[in-house]
């Protein structure tokens, strides 16, 4: 078994370079299912029907959120009906759509998906570390391969949620903070965990947004509107191999790519 996940895909840029890109990705590690974080595919905030659907054609198999989920309003006329689309799960109940999933492939093999959702630093949430700890109480009796989207702030939050997790789950990657970190590694009961798989999108902006308004609103505190950054793009993205006995990591792989340097292995 084998999982690449796309970090948070940002805006046009950003799926102009997953349209780039994975078609030789496919060819070089040949996943079976293909992740994306894309709760900032739309502009920079949330995500719509149509890229769904436009990151489903392209062979993606899942798609996690965050706290952008709701920022497209688009999104409250599909999410409960997809089932390959999951916002953090730590989210009140009654929340429209679902905190994880059973993904299936083309061959028949199933993984199942979690996304929650950190708070420090973050709006206020349910507990993420006890509610991961429930959904894995209704996985672990039928799934052995379990990966979990951790979308927080704080690294020390990501890497406790690692520790929480370890031997429990596949794999702990950590989305939001759109830095890619190097800190990759198999934990010591056989999770593997990275802090955060970085961002696919504009590569000079600042986090995906155009620099100069960012710029003007650290250099004088007044209200700016942000937009997406339009320029060359960045790819990040993890590939984890799992084993099929135990379900737990052999291998995790960092992917980091430029429009300018256009270079395969």
């Known amino acids: 078994m084998r999982i690449l996940f796309i970090g948070d895909i940002f805006g046009g840029v950003g799926r102009k370079a997953v349209k780039t890109l994975l078609p030789d990705l496919k060819k070089k590690f040949d996943p079976t299912f293909i992740l994306v974080n894309g709760e900032n595919a739309a502009g920079g905030r949330g995500i719509t029907a149509a890229i769904a659907k436009e990151l489903y054609e392209q062979g993606v198999h899942g798609i996690t959120l965050g706290n952008h989920t709701w920022d497209n309003k688009d999104i409250f006329n599909f999410i409960d009906d997809d089932e390959r689309m999951i916002r953090p799960a730590n ?80 794999a702990v990657v950590g989305t939001h903070t759109h830095v890619q970190t190097n800190d990759e590694r198999i934990l010591p009961k056989g999770t593997a965990y990275l802090t955060d798989v970085g961002m696919t999108g504009p590569r000079d902006g600042v986090l995906g947004m155009e620099r100069e308004a960012v710029l003007q609103k650290f250099k004088t505190q007044l209200p700016v509107r942000f937009t997406a950054d339009e320029g060359k793009w960045q790819f990040h993205a993890v590939v984890v191999t799992l084993d099929n006995d135990t379900g737990l990591a052999k291998k995790i792989e960092l992917i980091r790519r430029f429009e300018t340097e256009m270079i395969f292995e």
């Open 91 to 170: 989210y009140p109940p009654g929340t429209p759509g679902k905190g994880f999933t059973v993904l299936r492939n083309a061959s028949g093999k199933e993984l199942a998906l979690v996304n929650v959702m950190g708070r420090t630093f973050l709006p206020p949430i349910d507990c993420p570390f006890q509610t991961v700890d429930g959904i894995l109480d209704k996985l672990k009796k039928k799934h052995k391969y379990i990966f979990v989207d951790f979308h927080a702030e704080a690294t020390s939050e990501k890497i406790a949620m690692g520790w929480h997790l370890d031997g429990k789950v596949s």
